[in-house]
């Protein structure tokens, strides 16, 4: 049995004459316009009384073919009766007229998605009424072609043009150019026309009762909640059909009513940087919609803001001095009880002030630092209020350089915005001219087709990187993203001609060496060097991620193995490297020729041999990272991707490889096709390698203990090491791995005398590791949810090709989110909790994390702190995110 047969259904609350049926806790039902007017008018504050009718009043309306609740029209009535009581007006009559607003108001706010009818009420006859009540008769008739308007077009779906067609023709005959220039005669002339197009098209007249008009306008406003916009917007953020949309019907006051009367908007403080000074603007003699629909430039509330403008219309602390002070005091009064930066609307009815709305404004990631900090600063917050104001994901827009909003921007190509941030430099064209160029301190950008692992020291060595072919999830895009380099990818437009050194691109050309600029935040390629405003991480960021740093749990780490970026994971706060990937050092140039040779030794003494070459370059690297961790954790994941990665694959490539190497072009290109595999993913990659070449884990073991020893020896603070082995799928294998590292970590530890702590772990990223966790946990000390791989292989997706079928699955709800970018809690994250439970079951002190791109995102965090996880490991890029996310979510965690 329904609800409402048990209880008398509740579908209209009040709100007015200094008091409310509901309050600002009463989103859900009320909307948020609707709960905060009543609030502002419960605190008493001057709303205009009015009422709302509910969401569930419009749930109801479509889970019962659009019928309204039989209790509506009553409740309605009443509602309007005590309107009428309120403000001595009478809805429909004529000689003393009640007008309302129609507004919808859903709990989130849809900005623009449903349109507000203002005005109704108005008919041939209350026009007459309105005039001679206000002694205005231009006014009247100004609101009475303003409500058919807005009327014909949101509630009959007539369009716009075809009144604005109307107006200029009778704006030409006139001879004049403002609206304001009208005469109330003129208007009336207007109002004719208007009534005659509109009858026309629909075949019948423009509705005369007011009662007609009201439940036109409440329809339409349910009508919107499912309009194409609205479906869109929905989407777009996450906002479920389910929840509807009330609708708030409000008598009117009029802005419109000559020069002492107004309307505007305002925002506590400035949204786009945070100042703490009221920002907003505000038209005199004009209704709703004008400020923001530019017919008329608007003008400042404030002197200052006046004069920074260099202004000369008048602000109204100027124009309106009185009324002014009264709106300044109200718009404090918001801020203190709301506790936080209001956005508000207002209208000034002949000196008389009004309040029409009031949220928490939308702002910048900038203002929202310095809001939050400002406001606990003040005491109006709390510092762990202040850590949960701002959205950790938004920090992205302050860690990179960014152009300046006001540099003139010469766009000659558009691609994806891969990864953000902005940067200026030369162009180059391979990887080799763009190591060379950076060698030499200058910037660069790397311009290719797309590009490979080859190309690692290259983007490394850049400043940014363009691809032309290539999506949001090629290999410049996510490596570029964990490096922290601009990118933009896919820029199709982009023609390059590497031979020519050039690239065209939409009829102009751009030779190597000329000077370009990428904002990879918007995937903009710009000619020349616009000017770029440096990441500020002192101030109000760094204030505020010390809030975050103490209420937080989850540790942060980065993935890291460059001295760059482990110095700029640091600067960013990382308390120690999750993941290095120690493949990325074999492919320097002056390691990958050793590497080859190992590759194609015939036995293992001929590995070997190539191996004692790049030894001493692994040691170097591990003393280098080591020296800038300074004694914090540092796990090092030991060889992981195919050998044939690190081979030339084109007829070319292995020419220029055997030239450069002296290596046998035949047998480089024979040992290619035998190293080839039709499931790379799947294949001899990981500690299989380990596995069948056990030389190569030994030789890496042993660099990152003589590393550590060295350091250790020298003074400074010792490292731990974490040996992590990839891909580890038994207990048997884990046991053989362990085995392998002890023995060479003995072996080093006495030939060096030391007594040096090191820990062995694994990385946890095939199901079977996860369901056999307590198998590993023997043998593991720690386990790394290495979640890129677990989502390919948990999923049998390929992170590589998902994107050409993946945006389907999104479109169709199939998938929430890209499992790629956010874990997927269910499925992955059911592997995760499952291996944590059985790993510490065997366990009970294996320390456990997460690695990979979900390591930086604020929902997979805020799952992580739900499971226990120890730490996060994210690009260093993402450390102050995912500071900010674990803070976020132990506050959650505490309730
Ligand atoms: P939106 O959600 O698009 O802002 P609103 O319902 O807030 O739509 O209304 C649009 C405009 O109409 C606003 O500028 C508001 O101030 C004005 N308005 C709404 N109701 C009234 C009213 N009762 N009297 C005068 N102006 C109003
Ligand atoms: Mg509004
Ligand atoms: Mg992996």
Redesign the pocket.
């Known amino acids: 049995m329904p609800v409402e047969t048990l209880t008398k259904a509740r579908w209209v609350y009040a709100f007015g004459g200094g008091g409310a049926d509901g309050d600002a806790s009463m989103k859900n039902l009320l909307g948020g ?1 609707g709960a905060n007017l009543a609030e502002m008018s419960a605190l008493g504050l001057p709303v ?1 009384p ?1 009422f709302t009718i509910t969401t569930e009043a419009c749930v109801h309306y479509y889970a019962n073919g659009k019928q309204y609740p039989t209790e509506l029209a009553e409740q309605v009535a009443a509602g309007l009766a005590k309107v009428e009581e309120l403000t001595g007006k009478t809805f429909g009559d004529v000689a003393n007229p009640l007008l ?2 129609v ?3 859903a709990r989130a ?8 009818v ?1 005005n109704l009420g108005l008919n041939d006859e209350t026009v007459e009424g309105l005039a001679k009540l206000s002694g205005d008769r231009r006014f009247a008739y100004d609101s009475y072609r303003r409500f058919i308007q807005m009327y014909s077009n949101v509630v009959l779906n007539l369009e716009h043009h075809m009144f604005e067609e109307i107006l200029d023709d009778h704006k030409d005959r006139l001879d004049v150019h403002v609206d304001t220039g009208l005469t109330a005669d003129d208007w009336a002339e207007v109002i004719k026309d208007y009534k005659a197009a509109v009858s026309d098209y629909l075949g019948k007249p423009f509705p005369q009762d007011a009662q007609e008009q009201l439940w036109g306008a409440v329809g339409a406003v349910f009508a919107s909640w499912m309009n194409d916009r609205a479906k869109f917007y929905r989407r777009m953020h996450d906002i479920p059909e389910s929840w509807g949309t009330a609708v ?1 019907i ?6 419109n009513m000559g020069d002492t009367s107004a ?1 505007g ?1 305002a925002f506590t403080r400035n949204p786009s940087n945070g100042d703490n000074r009221l920002y907003g603007e505000f038209l005199i003699n004009a ?6 629909a530019g017919i008329r430039t608007p003008q400042s509330l404030t002197k200052v803001a006046r004069e920074e403008m260099g202004d000369v219309a008048p602000s109204m602390e100027e124009a309106m001095a009185e009324v002014f002070g009264q709106f300044k005091s109200v718009v404090e009064t918001l801020e203190r009880h709301y506790r936080d930066m209001q956005d508000i ?3 000034v009815e002949q000196g008389k002030l ?1 309040m ?2 009031t949220r928490s404004g939308k702002r910048t990631a900038k203002a929202a630092l310095k809001i939050a900090v400002d406001m606990a600063a003040e005491g109006v917050i709390s510092k762990e209020e202040a850590v949960g104001r701002v959205e950790p994901a938004s920090l992205d827009q302050l860690l990179h350089p960014t152009i300046d909003p006001t540099a003139h921007r010469d766009v000659v190509a558009k691609g994806l915005p891969a990864s953000p941030g902005a940067a200026t430099g030369k162009i180059v064209f391979d990887s080799d001219a763009a190591e060379k160029a950076a060698a030499n301190g200058e910037s660069v950008i790397l311009v290719r087709e797309e590009t490979s692992p080859e190309d690692i020291h290259g983007m490394h060595a850049a400043r940014g990187i363009i691809t032309a072919r290539g999506g949001m999830t090629s290999h410049a895009a996510v490596v570029a993203r964990g490096m922290g380099r601009a990118c933009v990818s896919g820029a199709g437009d982009v023609a390059i001609f590497e031979k020519e050194g050039l690239f065209r691109v939409r009829g102009r050309e751009f030779k190597a060496g000329e000077i370009i600029t990428i904002d990879g935040s918007t995937g903009d390629i710009l000619a020349g060097a616009p000017k770029m405003i440096e990441p500020e991480l002192t101030g109000d960021f760094a204030t505020l991620m010390s809030w975050a740093d103490q209420v937080r749990r989850l540790k942060v780490r980065a993935n890291a193995e460059t001295p760059l970026d482990a110095k700029t994971a640091r600067q960013f706060g990382a308390e120690g490297i999750g993941l290095c990937r120690t493949e990325h050092m074999f492919f320097d140039d002056t390691r990958i020729a050793a590497v080859r040779e190992m590759i194609l030794a015939d036995d293992e003494k001929g590995r070997r041999t190539a191996l004692a070459k790049i030894a001493p370059f692994q040691k170097a690297d591990f003393v280098e990272l080591f020296t800038i961790m300074e004694g914090l954790p540092v796990t090092i994941r030991l060889l992981d991707p195919p050998l044939h990665e690190f081979l030339p694959h084109t007829e070319e490539d292995v020419q220029a490889v055997a030239q450069a190497t002296g290596l046998d072009a035949a047998k480089l290109l024979r040992r290619a096709k035998e190293l080839h595999e039709t499931n790379p993913m799947l294949g001899h990659r990981g500690c299989r390698l380990g596995v069948s070449y056990p030389e190569i884990y030994e030789m890496q073991v042993r660099a990152i203990l003589e590393a550590a020893c060295e350091i250790a020896k020298s003074g400074k603070a010792a490292p731990v090491p974490e040996i992590m082995h990839p891909l580890v799928a038994k207990g048997e294998e884990m046991k053989y791995l362990r085995d392998l590292t002890d023995r060479v970590a003995k072996a080093v530890l006495e030939e060096q005398g030391g007594d040096l702590k090191y820990t062995v772990g694994t990385m946890i990223e095939l199901p079977r590791a996860a369901l056999r966790a307590a198998d590993l946990a023997a043998n593991a000390e720690f386990f790394s949810f290495g979640t890129n791989d677990l989502t390919q292989t948990t999923f049998g997706i390929s992170r590589d090709d998902a994107g050409k079928f993946l945006g389907a699955y999104i479109d169709k709800g199939i998938f929430e989110k890209d499992p790629f970018v956010s874990l997927d809690q269910d499925g992955v994250g059911d592997l995760i909790r499952l291996a944590a439970e059985r790993g510490r079951a065997a366990r009970p002190d294996v320390k456990l994390g997460i690695c990979g791109e979900h390591g930086g995102d604020p929902a997979s965090i805020s799952f992580c702190e739900k499971v226990g996880l120890d730490y996060v490991s994210c690009s260093p890029y993402r450390v102050p995110i995912a500071r900010l996310a674990a803070a976020q979510a132990a506050l959650a965690a505490k309730g």
């Not at 706010?109 to 507000?116: K, L």
């Not at 209704?287 to 923001?292: A, H, I, L, N």
Request: proline content about 5%; hydrophobic content about 35%; overall charge negative.
């Open positions: 316009k205009p009015g309302v607003s507004r919808s108001g706010s849809m900005p623009g998605m449903m349109d507000t203002l708030n409000q008598s009117m006051v009029f802005g309307t908007v209704q709703g919609e004008d400020v923001v609307e207002f209208t009004y029409l709305q």
